[in-house]
């Protein structure tokens, strides 16, 4: 299937992995890519070092692009956008903010870059300041979230620009992926269904909370500070909505999640820990490889865009 990002981005099949913080590292990046979509390492809150090192280990086991997703709330977030250009990566994806800043070194580099917003005043504006396409992320979608749903902010975002739209936020099938492209998108991009592939390194116990999770299992943390994330319901949610709820400060909730994430990845404590994910969580019932997942959303996508 080709369209314009399949094009723009030299790979086979338009679908784009999330930059998933911690859960996007180079094995999982690279498996995507050699499946014939196209993989990101999250940047997230890591040293621009830590980054290099991801990029270079992504090479050693793909001939074919792998991005890097930069998440703009991260302190390191300029060392790294200088890092995508040194490190000749091709692709670049931002999360969390406006990457205004960074559009002229990457664009006078040839980097491609795909601004994921939660709005159409977000997508104008990343038309403006040149990028190549946005991905426009529902509020179904894991981890950090605007407000509006996949549903009604993908065709609003596809007829307010004219570069490329890429849907994402509770797609996690063939069904949702005819769905985005019947409502104007020319690729999708899937966290929650990745974070479970086979090549994905995560703490089993985190792959384990998302076959088990149903429709109404994830909850929304952080309204309150301004940076709301989803995440499925456990320990961690419910304190933290308690708090929220009670009016703790900033620094609490803050001090409550720090290296939270890190912990139910990681660690596999999916108690004390954030498991950020989708509503889709609930569509996802077993493991399978990056190809597989791929492979068999095409065919399904296929099948009923052809209808
Ligand atoms: O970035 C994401 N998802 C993320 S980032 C992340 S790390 C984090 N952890 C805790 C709190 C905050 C971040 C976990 N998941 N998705 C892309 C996305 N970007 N969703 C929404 C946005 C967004 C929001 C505001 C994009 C632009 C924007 O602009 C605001 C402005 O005007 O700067």
New binding site residues.
């Given amino acids: 299937m080709e369209t314009r990002i399949t094009k723009l981005l030299g790979i086979e099949y338009p679908i784009i992995q999330g930059g998933m913080?911690w859960v996007a590292e180079y094995h999982l990046a690279a498996a995507v890519s050699e499946a014939g979509g196209l993989g990101l390492i999250g940047a997230?809150s890591a040293p621009a070092d830590i980054v290099r090192q991801q990029i270079r280990e992504a090479k050693k086991l793909t001939d074919k692009p792998v991005g890097v997703n930069i998440?703009l709330?991260n302190p390191n977030a300029e060392e790294v956008a200088r890092l995508i250009v040194e490190e000749d990566v091709k692709v670049v994806t931002t999360?969390?903010?406006?990457p205004g800043k960074f559009m002229e070194l990457w664009k006078n580099a040839g980097v491609k870059v795909i601004p994921?917003?939660?709005s159409v005043a977000?997508a104008k504006m990343m038309e403006r300041a040149g990028a190549d396409a946005v991905v426009a992320?529902g509020t179904e979608?894991g981890?950090?979230?605007?407000e509006a749903t996949t549903m009604s902010l993908l065709p609003q975002v596809a007829d307010a620009v004219n570069i490329p739209v890429v849907g994402a936020g509770g797609i996690a099938d063939g069904r949702g992926f005819a769905a985005a492209i019947m409502l104007g998108a020319e690729a999708v991009q899937m966290g929650t269904v990745f974070a479970t592939a086979k090549e994905s390194i995560v703490h089993d116990n985190f792959k384990q909370k998302i076959f088990a999770a149903k429709d109404i299992d994830s909850e929304v943390t952080?309204r309150s500070t301004g940076?709301p994330?989803r995440s499925l319901r456990n320990k961690m949610t419910r304190e933290y909505l308690k708090l929220e709820e009670e009016g703790a400060s900033f620094e609490e909730l803050e001090y409550l999640t720090l290296g939270s994430l890190r912990k139910a990845v990681v660690d596999g404590d999916v108690v004390n820990g954030t498991i950020?994910a989708g509503q889709i969580a609930g569509l996802i019932k077993e493991e399978k490889s990056c190809s597989e997942i791929i492979r068999k959303i095409m065919l399904q996508a296929e099948k009923l865009l052809k209808l």
Avoid: D, F, Q, Y
């Fill in positions: 913080a997230a998440m709330l999360g969390a903010g406006n994921v917003v939660a977000m992320e979608a981890g950090h979230i605007g952080g940076h994330v950020m």
